[in-house]
């Protein structure tokens, strides 16, 4: 049995750490919402984001992060993307026992253009600093809370503690694999969300089936160019965190970027999206910092330049469509061998 906190008490983070109960680790996980934290312990449900489930009594909330993380080695960092550096200070000032972080969130940061790792990496010193583990797959914690078989990847540069979370979490319901290449894994689970975005303007705007699995299948050829020249191996494009994610994301109302792509499509301006939606979207803040990288890189994406006008410049995505459309012949098979000829896809 471990000692492990949950870092932020969200759907995905009360998911996995129902997963850890069931595993018979001891549970802690942190909000800063002193009202969460009480429902928690003594409602023993999150109805905010995991209604109508009934959470172990095993499984203890606190509002003071330092006491959430007293004796504790592991952390699940399940944060938005824009809150980890000012989570990860506060979790600097208050422990003094090195710490493997789990970290399951999935962006890039915009401007910097750091992978979350990079991040992790950066905000905590050294000698807090065991080990950076991302989990990440097809994973929607809709169903992850109902026991639904759910397969996922975990990686790192250090394939013994990829290892010790794969044994963490994995059970009859919750199968984990092991991946080495960790900027594979993130890449491709932080950009499925931009073309989740892109599928959900299609089905807003009615386009039906046959739009979707061309957007998905150049989507993931756009995710494997930019992984690709960013060191990450092409196969894991292939895998749970690229095909898999990006089916999973792409298809189901579960998925938040999906859904607030629908609305796009169906005519609303971004800021009523994201008031309408109430949680964040990942995919808005990746889009930008995608963006910015195939422009340093000088990587062919498309569907996310398309997304980012609009997104940013207000273009209406029925003209952004259109474009893509109407942009100039090429041969899929010349374009494939291209980058497998770099050592890409």
Same mark, same amino acid.
């Given at each position: 049995m471990e000692k492990v906190t949950v870092v932020g008490a969200g759907s995905w983070g009360t998911a996995l750490a129902l997963v850890l109960a069931d595993n018979d680790h001891e549970v802690r996980i942190w909000s800063h919402r002193q009202e969460q934290v009480d429902e928690i312990n003594t409602k023993h449900t999150n109805s905010k984001y995991v209604p109508s489930i009934e959470l172990p009594e095993t499984i203890i909330g606190?509002?003071?992060?330092?006491?959430?993380?007293?004796?504790?080695?592991?952390?699940?960092?399940?944060?938005?993307?824009?809150?980890?550096?000012?989570? =990860?200070?506060?979790? +600097?000032?208050?422990?003094?026992?090195?710490?493997?972080?789990?970290?399951? +969130?999935?962006?890039?940061?915009?401007?910097?253009?750091?992978?979350?790792?990079?991040?992790?990496?950066?905000?905590?010193? +050294?000698?807090? =600093?065991?080990?950076?583990?991302?989990?990440?797959?097809?994973?929607?914690?809709?169903?992850?809370?109902?026991?639904h078989p759910t397969t996922v990847t975990v990686s790192s540069k250090n394939m013994e503690s990829a290892e010790y979370v794969q044994d963490?979490?994995?059970?009859?319901?919750?199968?984990?694999?092991?991946?080495?290449?960790?900027?594979?894994?993130?890449?491709?689970?932080?950009?499925?969300?931009?073309?989740?975005?892109?599928?959900?303007?299609t089905d807003g705007l009615g386009y039906g089936d046959n739009a979707k699995a061309a957007l998905i299948t150049r989507g993931l050829a756009e995710i494997s160019r930019l992984g690709s020249t960013m060191g990450a191996n092409p196969l894991t494009f292939a895998g749970l965190t690229g095909i898999g994610d990006l089916i999973v994301?792409?298809?189901?109302?579960? +998925?938040?970027?999906?859904?607030?792509?629908? =609305?796009?499509?169906?005519?609303?301006?971004?800021?009523?999206? =994201?008031?309408?939606?109430?949680?964040?979207?990942e995919g808005v803040r990746t889009t930008k910092a995608a963006y910015q990288l195939a422009k340093k890189m000088d990587v062919s994406m498309p569907i996310t330049f398309a997304l980012y006008d609009v997104l940013f410049n207000n273009q209406s995505p029925k003209d952004a469509v259109d474009q893509l459309m109407a942009r100039g012949k090429t041969n899929e098979m010349a374009d494939l061998f291209n980058y497998l000829d770099k050592g890409t896809m």
């Open positions: 606190y509002s003071d992060i330092g006491k959430a993380l007293e004796d504790v080695g592991t952390i699940v960092l399940a944060v938005p993307t824009k809150a980890i550096r000012e989570v =990860l200070q506060k979790i +600097s000032q208050v422990t003094l026992t090195p710490l493997t972080i789990i970290h399951v +969130s999935k962006g890039i940061e915009p401007d910097t253009l750091k992978r979350i790792s990079e991040m992790i990496e950066e905000e905590m010193p +050294s000698t807090l =600093l065991k080990d950076v583990v991302v989990l990440s797959g097809p994973s929607h914690a809709e169903e992850v809370v109902l026991r963490l979490f994995i059970n009859q319901h919750f199968r984990v694999y092991t991946n080495p290449d960790i900027v594979g894994v993130e890449i491709g689970g932080a950009l499925k969300n931009i073309i989740a975005l892109a599928a959900g303007i994301t792409c298809t189901s109302v579960h +998925s938040r970027n999906w859904r607030a792509g629908n =609305l796009l499509g169906k005519g609303q301006s971004l800021d009523e999206v =994201l008031e309408n939606m109430g949680m964040v979207v």
